[in-house]
């Protein structure tokens, strides 16, 4: 989701679109305000109190945005448009639509309900009903495929009218490095081995345990494959475990976080990149590795499965079934010539459909048609008034 705010940010300012992001910030060094390729960017602190638990500590977060957007409007900065993301920012985007009378878009990157298939639980209910919240009261709300279209319609029986599809994007250049086996490459694997890439959150529902119970056959037809698992998240300790548990350790290596460079040097060392999810609303690391070059197998579920068209630019696995993930890799592995037809399709695809600058153009698309409705609703305010309620409010403040 950052990947996404700040890759579409940039090109909403590179094509004419006055861009503030309102972002938090813990590390203590970085600037309050700075501009980043054109963005003006404002981070907030966190409050020093301990929350209570994740809930609270998100209350906290949205208390800090609210200040810091209602203080630029006290400030004089004007905006047209609020776009949240997801409803970790709910509560101060409904705040600020209200307070200062815009109208409200927004994007929902992922359900509570997907994610855990199905609600279990009194905070999954909670954030679910947030999120509900968050697509009533916004304006217009966009999701990125046909497969969230649907989820949204199903689990908050949104209008058809209200939702809006706009893919995720990629920037194809930041992946076009010349294919070589590089210093970064060596310090995960030797250069006779295949590596077998997946990055990404380490989450039950990314489905990297299949990817384990797919080894022992991906290594009976290619002994020399390497899997490199990068990211972190819950998951890490128990796929950890699960390898040394099957003697996998020496086949495997989890990374941690990494950096852009690191990525990019891996996408461009694989033979194969991997993403078996179970839920995927999306799938933007499967156009990164189509963007590097690199041949990708998919789980045929959610996003992935509109993304990659089996046997065109891409193969797909059926979803949770191990055997049928290895066997697609094992393609991939054996067939070179194979691979390179499908890397070749799966790049005139991205360049063709998932450049930043569309997807920008679309959304600029959604902007100005929500800003059209809403100066023509009852509910739209005159600027002059709104500043003269809030500079009213400024200068009853107590001293």
Same mark, same amino acid.
């Given at each position: 989701?950052?990947?996404?705010?700040?890759?579409?940010?940039?090109?909403?300012? @590179?094509?004419? &679109?006055?861009?503030?992001?309102?972002?938090?910030?813990?590390?203590?060094?970085?600037?309050?305000?700075?501009?980043?390729?054109?963005?003006?960017?404002?981070?907030?602190?966190?409050?020093?109190?301990? +929350?209570?638990?994740?809930?609270?500590?998100? $209350?906290?977060?949205? $208390?800090?945005?609210?200040?810091?957007?209602?203080?630029?409007?006290? !400030?004089?900065?004007?905006?047209?448009?609020?776009?949240?993301?997801?409803?970790?920012?709910?509560?101060?985007?409904?705040?600020?639509?209200?307070?200062?009378?815009?109208?409200?878009?927004?994007?929902?990157?992922?359900?509570?309900? =997907?994610?855990?298939?199905?609600?279990? &639980?009194?905070?999954?209910?909670?954030?679910?009903?947030?999120?509900?919240?968050?697509?009533?009261?916004?304006?217009?709300?966009?999701?990125?495929?046909?497969?969230?279209?649907?989820?949204?319609?199903? *689990?908050?029986?949104?209008?058809?009218?209200?939702?809006?599809?706009? +893919?995720?994007?990629?920037?194809?250049?930041?992946?076009?490095?010349?294919?070589?086996?590089?210093?970064?490459?060596?310090?995960? @694997?030797?250069?006779?081995?295949?590596?077998?890439?997946?990055?990404?959150?380490?989450? !039950?529902? /990314?489905?990297?345990?299949?990817?384990?119970?797919?080894?022992? /056959?991906?290594?009976?037809?290619?002994?020399?494959?390497?899997?490199?698992?990068?990211?972190?998240?819950?998951?890490?300790?128990?796929?950890?475990?699960?390898?040394?548990?099957?003697?996998?350790?020496?086949?495997?290596?989890?990374?941690?976080? *990494? %950096?852009?460079?690191?990525?990019?040097? $891996?996408? !461009?060392? @694989?033979?194969?990149?991997?993403?078996?999810?179970?839920?995927?609303?999306?799938? *933007?690391?499967?156009?990164?590795?189509?963007?590097?070059?690199?041949?990708?197998?998919?789980?045929?579920?959610? =996003?992935?499965?509109?993304?990659?068209?089996?046997?065109?630019?891409?193969?797909?696995?059926?979803?949770?079934?191990?055997?049928?993930?290895?066997?697609?890799?094992?393609?991939?592995?054996?067939?070179?010539?194979?691979?390179?037809?499908?890397?070749?399709? @799966?790049?005139?695809?991205?360049?063709?459909?998932?450049?930043?600058?569309?997807?920008?153009?679309?959304?600029?698309? *959604?902007?100005?048609?929500?800003?059209?409705?809403?100066?023509?609703?009852?509910?739209? $305010? +005159?600027?002059?008034?709104?500043?003269? %309620?809030?500079?009213?409010?400024?200068?009853?403040? +107590?001293?």
């Amino acid at each position: 989701m950052a990947r996404h705010v700040h890759e579409l940010s940039v090109a909403l300012q @590179a094509g004419g &679109t006055q861009v503030d992001v309102i972002t938090v910030d813990e590390n203590p060094v970085s600037p309050e305000t700075e501009i980043v390729q054109g963005v003006r960017v404002w981070r907030t602190r966190p409050y020093h109190l301990t +929350p209570r638990d994740f809930i609270s500590g998100i $209350l906290q977060m949205n $208390l800090a945005m609210l200040e810091k957007a209602l203080s630029l409007f006290l !400030q004089g900065y004007d905006y047209d448009v609020i776009h949240a993301h997801d409803w970790l920012v709910a509560y101060a985007a409904r705040a600020v639509k209200h307070a200062v009378k815009r109208p409200l878009v927004a994007t929902i990157h992922a359900t509570e309900y =997907g994610r855990n298939r199905g609600l279990h &639980t009194d905070e999954q209910r909670y954030i679910s009903d947030v999120e509900w919240w968050l697509t009533y009261e916004a304006w217009k709300v966009i999701c990125c495929s046909q497969y969230m279209f649907h989820e949204l319609k199903r *689990i908050f029986q949104l209008p058809t009218d209200k939702i809006a599809i706009i +893919p995720n994007g990629v920037e194809p250049e930041q992946f076009r490095l010349k294919r070589s086996e590089s210093k970064i490459r060596d310090r995960y @694997a030797a250069p006779e081995e295949k590596i077998i890439f997946f990055v990404g959150r380490l989450v !039950q529902e /990314k489905g990297i345990h299949l990817l384990l119970e797919a080894a022992p /056959k991906i290594l009976a037809a290619e002994p020399k494959a390497k899997f490199i698992i990068a990211g972190k998240g819950p998951a890490l300790e128990n796929l950890r475990w699960q390898a040394r548990k099957s003697g996998l350790e020496k086949s495997f290596y989890f990374t941690g976080y *990494i %950096d852009d460079l690191t990525r990019n040097a $891996l996408y !461009q060392a @694989a033979a194969v990149a991997v993403f078996p999810s179970l839920y995927e609303p999306f799938g *933007i690391v499967a156009l990164e590795a189509m963007a590097a070059n690199v041949p990708v197998v998919v789980s045929d579920t959610g =996003g992935l499965a509109e993304i990659v068209e089996h046997g065109v630019n891409g193969l797909k696995c059926y979803p949770g079934n191990a055997e049928s993930l290895a066997d697609q890799i094992i393609t991939l592995l054996k067939d070179q010539v194979y691979a390179k037809q499908l890397v070749r399709r @799966a790049r005139q695809m991205v360049e063709k459909t998932y450049a930043w600058q569309e997807i920008a153009k679309q959304t600029r698309n *959604i902007y100005q048609e929500v800003l059209a409705e809403f100066t023509q609703s009852e509910w739209a $305010l +005159p600027p002059t008034a709104m500043e003269s %309620d809030l500079n009213q409010i400024w200068q009853a403040r +107590p001293h």
